[in-house]
């Protein structure tokens, strides 16, 4: 017989808000907390809303591969949905998987190594515009790159276009909101006319104006320039049928998002560790003379990069894109012997799985080494899940790895980042794990390399 969840022991809360202010002020010490110090699921109480904190791999395991029985329809689901509308991310069920199997063929290995000299292209771009010893914000930076890549790979347009500028302002306004609406608990206040609430409708209204102009001049033209628009439009199901615009813009603002945002984030802060760790950039350096003397990465080098790879998994494992993710049951179920109401939220942490001294030795302490000899598939599942698990796990995680590890290496291999002194290097837990004030860098050019 299942046991009820109120025998368990749980972080005290306020009488009406529960645990509400205490996970809106700080919500990766919160959930950090209520890991070391409770026990393997841990209730908690959010205003009107139930839930639990799951902090054991075969739990999280459980609930990722029954996407069936553990729905994304949550507040944080409703609140990433208003942006992204019904793409991959938020879809489910039966339309979620005629969009996945739609869209599956554009993400194979052979088509997203068309885009690796894309990548590299708009990387040595940006650092030809740099220069000795000045002073950089390398988040904006990275922001800005793969913002460049995403546009160029999608709509195959550059950022100097008023559509790609319109849709990076939306972006920002939309992780402004996102914040917003974290630092007031999640209140009910997303529908009251407030200035941030005014800025992100109307940021979204011009966004959509944007793509829909984007996806009416690619339909007239019928020009394909091997885009990822150009796949989209003409994907078709096993019935003939194709994606309405609607459809089209929820694909492709997803895409934006996971394709710009996350990358920019995860690069961000493996500056920031390898500035703070010169012997692993001493050793990255290493490899990439080896691998790649003097000139520019290109896809076939992937497998020699070895350890620019480990670096990072290392980066996604202390700073993974989304901090926390959730679910919850479409009906009444049983999860480690304790009874789950239907709807009751289930909440699992990358950021606190991540760093478990239970799976990971010296679990803060940056080291690339310990990807060594297939760590990823030693672990169990639902430890480390940067890119989510399961048959949900995202789509495009081939095509961000390869990302992130050719754009490192262009970068490491012509300049040393150093970090200025005297500044708060915090994470800040919006829609994504963004660095809150920037990361400040002094860039100096290496030396050339000999051959």
């Known amino acids: 017989?299942?046991?009820?969840?109120?025998?368990?022991?749980?972080?005290?809360?306020?009488?009406?808000?529960?645990?509400?202010?205490?996970?809106?002020?700080?919500?990766?010490?919160?959930?950090?907390?209520?890991?070391?110090?409770?026990?393997?699921?841990?209730?908690?109480?959010f205003l009107f809303s139930?839930?639990?904190?799951?902090?054991?791999?075969?739990?999280?395991?459980?609930?990722?591969?029954?996407?069936?029985?553990?729905?994304?329809?949550?507040?944080?689901?409703?609140?990433?949905?208003?942006?992204?509308?019904?793409?991959?991310?938020?879809?489910?069920?039966?339309?979620?998987?005629?969009?996945?199997?739609?869209?599956?063929?554009?993400?194979?290995?052979?088509?997203?190594a068309a885009y690796g000299e894309t990548m590299v292209f708009y990387a040595e771009r940006m650092v030809q515009t740099w220069q000795e010893g000045e002073v950089r914000d390398v988040h904006q930076d990275m922001m800005q790159l793969t913002l460049n890549i995403v546009t160029k790979t999608l709509f195959n347009v550059d950022m100097t276009g008023v559509a790609a500028q319109t849709i990076a302002q939306t972006l920002e306004v939309a992780m402004e909101w996102f914040f917003s609406r974290r630092k007031q608990a999640f209140l009910p206040l997303t529908g009251l006319p407030t200035?941030?609430?005014?800025?992100?409708?109307?940021?979204?209204?011009?966004?959509?104006?944007?793509?829909?102009?984007?996806?009416?001049?690619?339909?007239?033209?019928?020009?394909?320039?091997?885009?990822?628009?150009?796949?989209?439009?003409?994907?078709?199901?096993?019935?003939?049928?194709?994606?309405?615009?609607?459809?089209?813009?929820?694909?492709?603002?997803?895409?934006?998002?996971?394709?710009?945002?996350?990358?920019?984030?995860?690069?961000?802060?493996?500056?920031?560790?390898?500035?703070?760790?010169?012997?692993?950039?001493?050793?990255?350096?290493?490899?990439?003379?080896?691998?790649?003397g003097d000139r520019t990465p290109t896809l076939a080098d992937l497998p020699q990069l070895r350890y620019t790879e480990q670096i990072i998994k290392e980066a996604l494992r202390l700073y993974p894109p989304l901090f926390s993710l959730a679910r919850a049951p479409i009906q009444d179920c049983e999860l480690a012997g304790y009874h789950i109401p239907a709807k009751h939220i289930l909440i699992f942490s990358p950021w606190v799985m991540h760093r478990s001294a239970r799976y990971f030795t010296n679990p803060l302490q940056f080291q690339p080494e310990r990807w060594e000899h297939d760590l990823e598939k030693q672990l169990p599942k639902g430890v480390y899940f940067p890119f989510g698990e399961g048959p949900r796990v995202c789509i495009g995680r081939n095509f961000a790895l390869m990302e992130a590890v050719l754009l490192l290496a262009t970068f490491a291999q012509k300049y040393q980042f150093r970090l200025l002194p005297d500044q708060r290097l915090t994470p800040l837990p919006s829609m994504t794990l963004r660095p809150q004030a920037g990361i400040l860098i002094q860039v100096t050019k290496r030396t050339e390399v000999k051959r």
């Open 50 to 112: 139930s839930a639990c904190l799951l902090t054991q791999a075969e739990h999280i395991e459980q609930v990722l591969k029954q996407p069936e029985l553990f729905t994304k329809r949550t507040p944080a689901w409703q609140a990433v949905r208003s942006l992204v509308g019904e793409g991959l991310l938020t879809s489910e069920g039966a339309f979620w998987a005629r969009q996945r199997r739609l869209m599956q063929p554009m993400f194979h290995q052979q088509r997203i």
């Open 1 to 45: 017989m299942s046991k009820g969840l109120h025998q368990l022991s749980r972080p005290k809360g306020s009488l009406f808000f529960g645990n509400t202010f205490d996970f809106a002020k700080d919500p990766l010490s919160f959930l950090t907390a209520c890991a070391a110090d409770y026990g393997e699921i841990v209730p908690l109480r």
């Open 195 to 292: 200035p941030i609430n005014r800025r992100y409708k109307q940021a979204l209204q011009t966004m959509d104006q944007a793509i829909a102009a984007l996806i009416q001049e690619r339909r007239q033209s019928g020009n394909d320039p091997g885009d990822l628009l150009s796949l989209l439009l003409q994907a078709q199901d096993e019935d003939g049928n194709r994606m309405s615009d609607r459809q089209l813009r929820d694909e492709l603002t997803t895409l934006m998002l996971a394709g710009h945002e996350t990358t920019a984030n995860a690069l961000s802060w493996t500056w920031m560790l390898l500035a703070q760790h010169p012997a692993v950039e001493s050793k990255l350096v290493s490899e990439l003379q080896v691998v790649l």
